[in-house]
């Protein structure tokens, strides 16, 4: 049995992309890649340490973006957000079937390789999708908007554009407690952030640092929110649907009862 | 501000506004201009969703449910006797500003009572949406209830601020109306929305030639019927929305089940159930027309008055109808596809580019996601095995009813029970 090589990268795209350019370059056969945090030993395994290089994944890049289109290509690194083990092969095959073909149909769905690729592209977005309704800004007392969120996905980088657009004119912080990192936009631009320690972050010390009107608006909202509930239409499955508990802990209107 | 009172306040006014469906944000785009406040991107976000699963993403709230009429249907009716509250112009505004930046609402939706007369009301419905507009920059949703009575000039101001308005129709029938709302005229609800849409297709030619002509409710109107209350039939309803969506160029029409809020003999008895089931298959006879081709008197004529509950209305047409089936999924334009019970818009287009690359069969179209229990007896495809028994329609139905599970089925077993 021939030993199978698996390629260990930093995690960000441009480490993917990397992974996929040495592929090519020494034309390895079957390879399995990997986050660096995602690996475990194994035996009858080459492991290959690879390092990021721009612009090496950039060449990458550049070529599959001639063969394909601008949703291809957010669908790809949607895809990649998913952080679904074993998603960086799916996305591997997926390239060599796109640069195999002169012209790439991206609508033929009775292709598996690309229905997946559509499918889990479509979970993420979804998850983006949520993360931009569910969000709750907390205004602290240095006036920065915080939220902290911890999607199933790593959908921070979709998400910064909305976010940017339409609270213009507010400074705002949105962390991943999952992730560990955050968006910080500081009225011009929108910096990634990450905290020494995890308790400055902690829903804790937010509070402590409220602005005097902070509660206030909550139970407003709150109020709000019940308020608007017609009872004699009470639909729990429905509900649930719309927005599964797991959700509930973003949510000021699921969680303050006072 | 004094936050008790205001959240007094605040849980009297969305109460009483609650009962109004239309909650969309979306249709009307509006770019974040010079750094403000907001944007409005054409697609609504449901910030979050109520116990009994409606999206909620506008902040929507009466300025008062002070009123001088007696709406039989309505809770902020006169004589109703329930406790009167009334925003001022600036809490109005503080309340949506604050509720925008924590990002809990795509904008706001305001309606409201009618106290001295229309124009006054209106006037003041106009304040806070220009309010929103000048002085904070917001470039969020907003939604204003045309007051019915108001006068054109102040229809004309409400659309510069506003991305949508509208007016209820409420009751469905002119006679249904006369018997409900005595002291109000069909020609009041009329005359704001012929204004408004006049408003629309002027300020659009005007665009055409000059850019920088502001844009006039760039959502367009919508209106709401409430169904149920006065024995009206589903063709009544449909005919008359279809009338609206014609003659206003409405954006949408909203159909709410009647729910009963005080007693009254003109008005179905405390307690009666909420026509939710019939609700649903209305808003799927409008995407039908609206979406799919069809046209009203396909669906509901004097023959077929009302729609079936049991059924979606597109299988009951395809019943009615089954000489036009067996349909090739390979060849038939899309058009066609669209009427196959199972197969909604987006299946279609999906059958459209993926019958370019190969012909489809049975396992195709499952993966590409048709509802294939239903669809089967109604199209042929590259497959030899397809459905060629001749079934009388009602023993097709029972038939698909027993493959499918209805999320209503539940709602039928009660129902049954009730008459057994
Ligand atoms: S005028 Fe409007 S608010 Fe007043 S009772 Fe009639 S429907 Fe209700």
Redesign the pocket.
């Known amino acids: 049995m021939n030993p199978q090589t698996i390629l260990v990268y930093d995690g960000s795209f441009d480490g993917f992309l990397s992974c996929i350019f040495i592929v090519y370059d020494q034309k390895i056969k079957n390879p399995i890649i990997r986050k660096a945090s995602q690996t475990n030993n194994q035996m009858f395994m080459i492991v290959e340490h690879i390092v990021t290089e721009e612009h090496k994944a950039h060449r990458v890049w550049k070529g599959f973006k001639e063969k394909t289109n601008a949703t291809q290509q957010r669908d790809f690194f949607k895809v990649f957000l998913s952080e679904i083990k074993g998603v960086e092969n799916t996305l591997l095959n997926y390239m060599r079937h796109v640069f195999e073909k002169t012209h790439a149909p991206s609508t033929d769905f009775s292709n598996k390789n690309i229905l997946k690729i559509t499918q889990v592209a479509k979970m993420v977005q979804r998850e983006k999708h949520r993360m931009e309704a569910f969000v709750r800004f907390q205004l602290t007392n240095d006036n920065v908007y915080v939220a902290t969120v911890a999607p199933d996905f790593n959908v921070l980088p979709l998400i910064s554009h909305h976010f940017k657009d339409r609270y213009a004119d507010q400074k705002w912080l949105i962390y991943d407690t999952t992730r560990k990192y955050g968006l910080y936009y500081n009225l011009s631009s929108v910096e990634i952030i990450t905290f020494e320690n995890s308790n400055t972050i902690s829903s804790k010390n937010i509070e402590k640092h409220y602005n005097g009107q902070e509660r206030d608006f909550q139970k407003l909202w709150s109020t709000y929110y019940r308020s608007v509930n017609i009872t004699s239409r009470k639909n729990t499955k429905l509900h649930l649907q719309h927005i599964p508990k797991r959700y509930w802990k973003y949510l000021i209107e699921k969680t303050n009862n006072s | 501000m004094s936050f008790d009172r205001i959240r007094e306040k605040l849980s009297i006014l969305a109460d009483?506004a609650k009962y109004d469906v239309s909650c969309a944000s979306s249709g009307g785009k509006r770019a974040n201009t010079q750094k403000g406040l907001g944007n409005n991107t054409g697609m609504g976000i449901c910030h979050t969703y109520t116990e009994d699963g409606r999206c909620v993403s506008l902040l929507k709230i009466?300025l008062t449910?002070h009123?001088?009429?007696?709406?039989a249907?309505?809770?902020?009716?006169?004589s109703?006797d329930i406790k009167r509250a009334a925003f001022k112009i600036q809490e109005v505004v503080d309340l949506t500003i604050n509720f925008y930046r924590r990002n809990y609402i795509e904008g706001l939706f305001l309606?409201?009572?009618?106290f001295k007369n229309s124009d006054y009301t209106m006037e003041r419905l106009i304040t806070v949406a220009k309010k929103l507009r000048l002085e904070e920059n917001f470039n969020g949703y907003i939604h204003l209830k045309s007051?019915?009575g108001a006068s054109d000039e102040l229809m004309r101001q409400a659309g510069l601020y506003a991305d949508r308005l509208s007016v209820?129709i409420?009751i469905p029938t002119v006679s249904g109306l006369k018997l409900l709302?005595p002291d109000?005229k069909h020609e009041d609800f009329i005359k704001p929305m012929q204004k408004v849409k006049n408003e629309i297709i002027q300020y659009k030619t005007e665009k055409k030639i000059i850019k920088s002509t502001p844009r006039y409710a760039p959502a367009g109107q919508s209106t709401q019927m409430i169904i149920g209350a006065t024995g009206e039939s589903d063709k009544d309803i449909m005919y008359s929305a279809t009338y609206y969506y014609k003659k206003f160029n409405m954006r949408r029409v909203y159909y709410s089940g009647y729910i009963p809020v005080m007693p009254d003999n003109r008005l179905p008895s405390i307690g009666t159930e909420v026509p939710t089931l019939r609700e649903n298959r209305l808003y799927q006879t409008d995407w039908l027309i609206r979406f799919y081709g069809f046209s009203i008197a396909e669906i509901l004529n004097t023959t077929h008055k009302n729609l079936d509950l049991d059924i979606d209305p597109k299988l009951s047409w395809a019943l009615r109808n089954l000489q036009l089936f067996p349909i090739d999924i390979n060849t038939a334009d899309k058009r066609t596809l669209a009427r196959v019970p199972g197969i909604g818009m987006a299946s279609v287009s999906k059958i459209v580019q993926a019958r370019k690359f190969r012909r489809l069969d049975w396992s195709h179209l499952k993966a590409i996601g048709i509802a294939t229990n239903r669809a089967q007896y109604f199209i042929t495809c590259n497959s030899k095995d397809f459905y060629s028994k001749d079934l009388t329609p009602i023993m097709l139905k029972n038939k698909i009813l027993k493959s499918t599970k209805s999320k209503y089925s539940n709602y039928f077993n009660q129902q049954l029970s009730l008459f057994s």
């Not at chain 2, 009123?67 to 709406?71: A, H, S, T």
């Not at chain 2, 249907?73 to 006169?78: A, E, G, I, S």
């Open positions: 009483a009466l449910n009123c001088i009429y007696d709406c249907y309505c809770v902020t009716r006169k109703n309606s409201s009572g009618i007051i019915p209820n409420e709302a109000k």
